[in-house]
């Protein structure tokens, strides 16, 4: 047996496979064999006098490093191998890749115990590693960084030398694959490591590729490898605080360069290395004044967008380092401020030079890096500008003054500083861009004036730039002048302005003044068309987190609602005030303000949608729009009640939509009732005769049954066996199709909440198989509307597949029904893409993660068998129904899984109509 092993070893030599080194390397991992056994076997051939032989020798070593376990082998046998490969850097050229390949294998193992100098002097000795190929070269590097991250105290007695030998491996590389590792391994080292007397030389190597050229780019791997290249390199040019006094002149000498790339990358690297932190703030004094001169130059003069943008981002990195330190810190800054003001002055005040923008960039910049420097700058500009827009008339001066200040109020609010004007210098500036608005002609200058405002009310530290009472001035003034403007351009600015108001105000003035005064003013305006605007800023008020809310508004706005139905009805109006009631009730914040919103809205708006719905009157509460409306507000308050008050809710839609009792006598400690008004007919929503108007408040039973709270279970009783049994019918044998889809989604939501499989099954078999609902099962299509929201209930919940499996399979038979294979087809689409109606997180629905993904393996090989087993004879409407669903199913889920899965199809086998 020992013959037949060493035999199958030596037979490896000439015929190697990796399925040969996997089998010895299993052989050593389970301690079988030992590598040292095995290459006594093969060892005079590792000495043998023919270079081919030792080749392959040398091979079947490296190849069974490859595959052993990093913690197999022992010391001794590491320690053996060691000095062997050593010793073969000093033989033939090309046994060279594999002895770098078997060194960097062995530099891994876990009980690597051998001196790393001694492996780095051989190296760099015997090695000419810039006459080898580009992947020899890559392992001598990564042989390098293996060394560096495992034996960092080791190395350490090398002192500068470890630097040196590094440099004398990678000096002259220069392709970009390696260079991504020379690049990272020269910054472990000078890093880790005293780089002592060779800074100057160490950075000269470096320096040489900086900047990497750019050439053309040949795709998305290129550019990435030469961006990833290129921080490589910034890395290595900062990486010591002894880099610093050469860098800065590096940096002035390239931004003289006709390329914008070289500046932008000088730029950069300006950034990077004033990152480093004081230790190199010496040299950036000493280079102050020309650092300066050429940021001024690429900001008032910028060759492109990129240049101009990463100037303004040197100047504030040099701006954050002057003012580190404690004294001298705040000097430096002063004293570079100082300058800034001087030079930036005389373009504010000359607009006929126009570098008003630029110069607000750099000011922007320069305040950006420091709270004093921003202090300084804001006492500074502010008061200045605001004299030089009363001196300058024309629109354009005023339209480049107004964008300076945005610049800087911009910056302000960054650094949280509102500087060190008083109050009245404060509300001068405040006064005076409130005095634009209106005024000019230009909705341009009121658009700058109205956000130079918005950013001054975002100013709070140390204290708020605009006080309290000349907010509530500004809020009138948008109001009365500005919300009414045809330009949209000004009414998104006053938009965002009442937004930012409502981040920064106190509660009590939120909903105690600005809320109801803006209904006022959309009351007086509510019979014309409201700008979309105007409303979004209403739920961007009632939408701010606050941990205190007033509802004291709502009962105004219900009153709004029935005005408008009694009066209209003005359907658009009634909407209107119903979706900001939505907007407030998304914030419900636990049981106790879900029990005071059931009362104050619910319960109201309730009785008017069942009232309407048996009324011979028409009302906008039988609005399909209105009831969905309806359906969002309440769906927000169910899902946060406690289960004590939902319980008594579900008794209460128990009578009025199975017993068509209406009296609403189950809310807790309430006397009122729907017969406070009578009924003009019975409410018959899920019997026969259906009535549209009846029916269609399904969708309201839907929002409360389906969002039922967490901790609630419905069970399988009989309630909820009725309750999904008329609805069945009712979806199939209604009159309405809206009402239709509203019960097939009741369905669905009332599913996805079942607890267990058991449950699930016996409500599958009571719907699809049970007599009592024959009748209903012969409208093909909208009982196939049934099974898909079936379906989508307990996919979105990832039932078991069995079922799933099932389902999905009854609906894909029907795409070979003409009456329902349109239908068939677009459930697919249902299926797998949100509902804002049903079967969303806000309803406490059961929501499994990838469930998308899971029903798209297991419904793309049904679909495609149900395809393939099409003939030839088949109409092409078939075929339609097909593509369609396929459609659907590839467009709802992530690209990455249908490319994995999805066969080749060949265009010409499908027949396209």
Same mark, same amino acid.
């Given at each position: 047996?020992?013959?037949?092993? @060493? ?33 006594? !076997? ?35 046998? %590491? ?25 960097? /294998? ?37 042989? /390098? ?37 020379? /690049? ?21 190597? !470096?320096?040489?590729?900086?900047? %990497? ?79 300066? %001169? ?16 990463? =100037? ?16 001298? +810190? ?43 420097? $921003? ?42 500083? +509102? ?20 005024? @000019? ?5 009121? $658009? ?7 950013? #001054? ?36 600015? =006053? ?64 009153? &709004? ?11 658009? @109006? ?32 309730? &009785?008017?949608?069942?009232?309407? =719905? ?9 609005? !399909? ?15 946060? #009640? ?53 029916? &269609?408040? !399904? ?13 609630? @279970? ?10 999904? &049994? ?7 044998? $209604? ?12 369905? +669905? ?40 929201? %079936? ?108 490319? =994995? ?13």
């Amino acid at each position: 047996m020992a013959t037949e092993w @060493s035999q199958t070893v030596l037979t490896g030599l000439t015929n190697p496979s990796p399925e040969l080194f996997r089998s010895l390397a299993t052989e050593i991992d389970e301690k079988r064999k030992t590598l040292l056994r095995i290459i006594e !076997i093969f060892g005079p051939n590792l000495t043998n006098a023919e270079l081919s032989i030792r080749q392959n020798a040398l091979g079947l070593i490296v190849g069974i490093l490859e595959n052993v376990k990093r913690d197999t082998l022992t010391e001794p046998e %590491i320690s053996s191998l060691a000095d062997f490969l050593c010793s073969r850097l000093l033989d033939h050229k090309q046994l060279m890749s594999q002895t770098l390949r078997g060194l960097n /294998f062995l530099v891994k193992m876990e009980k690597f115990r051998e001196d790393p100098q001694q492996i780095i002097d051989n190296l760099t000795e015997n090695v000419h590693v810039l006459s080898l190929p580009r992947l020899d070269r890559l392992n001598v590097y990564a042989l /390098f960084e293996a060394l560096v991250d495992r034996f960092p105290a080791e190395l350490e007695k090398m002192g500068s030398n470890l630097l040196m030998r590094y440099i004398t491996c990678m000096d002259g590389e220069h392709e970009p694959r390696n260079l991504l590792i020379v /690049f990272r391994t020269f910054f472990k080292i000078v890093r880790k490591f005293d780089v002592g007397p060779l800074a100057e030389t160490a950075f000269d190597v !470096i320096a040489c590729y900086f900047p %990497i050229d750019n050439p053309t780019a040949q795709g998305d791997v290129q550019e990435n490898l030469r961006e990833a290249v290129t921080v490589g390199l910034r890395r290595c040019l900062t990486a010591s605080p002894k880099f610093a006094k050469y860098c800065f002149p590096l940096i002035l000498e390239k931004l003289l360069s006709d390329s914008n790339d070289a500046k932008v990358e000088s730029l950069n690297t300006l950034v990077a290395l004033c990152e480093e932190g004081l230790p190199v703030k010496p040299d950036l004094v000493e280079h102050l004044s020309s650092v300066w %001169i050429q940021l001024r130059r690429e900001i008032l003069a910028p060759p492109s967008d990129s240049v101009e943008d990463a =100037a303004v981002k040197a100047l504030t990195s040099v701006t954050v380092l002057l003012s580190r330190g404690s004294q001298e +810190g705040e000097e430096s800054v002063n004293s570079f401020v100082t300058k800034v003001l001087a030079e930036t002055e005389q373009f504010l005040r000359k607009p006929e030079v126009q570098l008003q923008q630029p110069a607000g960039k750099m000011l922007q910049a320069v305040a950006g890096g420091s709270v004093e420097a $921003c202090g300084r700058i804001a006492d500074a500009t502010l008061p200045l500008t605001v004299r030089l827009l009363m001196e300058h008339q024309r629109s354009d001066d005023r339209i480049a003054l107004l964008n300076v200040m945005v610049l800087i109020l911009k910056a302000m609010g960054q650094v949280s500083t +509102g500087g060190h004007m008083d109050e009245d210098e404060r509300t001068s500036v405040a006064v005076f861009y409130q005095s634009l608005i209106g005024q @000019s002609p230009q909705s341009m200058v009121n $658009c700058m004036a109205i956000n130079g405002l918005a950013l #001054m009310l975002k100013i709070r530290a140390p204290q708020p730039f605009i006080q309290h009472d000349r907010v509530e001035q500004i809020c009138e003034t948008l109001l009365n002048g500005v919300m009414g403007y045809e330009n949209s351009g000004v009414v998104d600015e =006053a938009t965002n302005f009442f937004k930012v108001v409502g981040e920064v105000e106190d509660e009590a003035y939120i909903f105690g003044k600005l809320i109801p005064r803006l209904f006022e003013y959309i009351k007086n305006r509510e019979v014309l068309p409201l700008p979309v605007r105007l409303l979004d800023l209403a739920t961007a008020l009632l939408r701010t987190p606050r941990p205190k809310r007033s509802s004291d508004f709502i009962d105004t706005l219900i009153e &709004r609602v029935r005005f408008n139905d009694e009066r209209g009805p003005y359907v658009p @109006s009634m909407k209107m005030y119903l979706d900001i009631i939505a907007t407030y009730v998304e914030g419900v914040n636990g049981p106790g303000e879900a029990l005071s919103l059931h009362q104050q809205v619910l319960f109201p708006t309730l &009785r008017s949608a069942i009232h309407a =719905a048996t009324s011979e009157d028409t009302s906008g509460f039988q609005d !399909i729009s209105i009831l969905l409306s309806l359906s969002r507000i309440y769906r927000n308050i169910v899902s946060h #009640m406690d289960k004590e008050t939902y319980g008594n809710l579900i008794k209460t839609l128990d009578t009025m939509y199975l017993r068509g009792d209406t009296s609403y006598r189950h809310e807790i400690g309430r006397g009122d009732n729907l017969g406070d008004k009578l009924l003009p007919s019975a409410f018959r929503p899920l019997e026969k005769p259906y009535v549209t108007t009846h029916t &269609r408040c !399904i969708s309201i039973l839907t929002s409360i049954v389906c969002s039922a709270p967490r901790d609630f @279970s419905l069970g399988y009783g009989q309630w909820l066996k009725r309750v999904l &049994r008329q609805l069945m019918e009712t979806c199939c044998l $209604c009159a309405d199709e809206q009402s239709s889809v509203f019960a097939a989604q009741c369905i +669905g939501g009332l599913v996805n909440r079942m607890e267990d499989e058991k449950m699930v099954k016996e409500c599958l078999g009571d719907l699809l198989d049970s007599a009592d609902l024959a009748k209903a099962r012969t409208q093909e299509r909208r009982y196939t509307r049934v099974i898909i929201w %079936i379906t989508k209930g307990l996919v979105v919940r990832s039932q078991p597949d069995t079922i799933i499996r099932q389902l999905t399979d009854m609906i894909i038979v029907r795409l070979k029904n003409q009456k329902s294979g349109a239908e068939a087809a677009d459930g697919l689409r249902v299926i797998l893409e949100d509902s804002a109606f049903v079967l969303t997180p806000q309803m406490n629905a059961v929501i499994s993660p990838l469930y998308r993904q899971k029903f798209f393996l297991q419904t793309l090989p049904m679909l495609l068998q149900s395809f393939d087993q099409n003939s030839e004879a088949d109409k092409t409407w078939i075929q339609r129904n097909h593509l369609v669903a396929l459609s659907h199913l590839l467009r709802c889920v992530p690209q990455f899984v249908t490319k =994995a899965f999805m066969p080749k199809v060949r265009t010409n086998d499908l027949l396209i109509v």
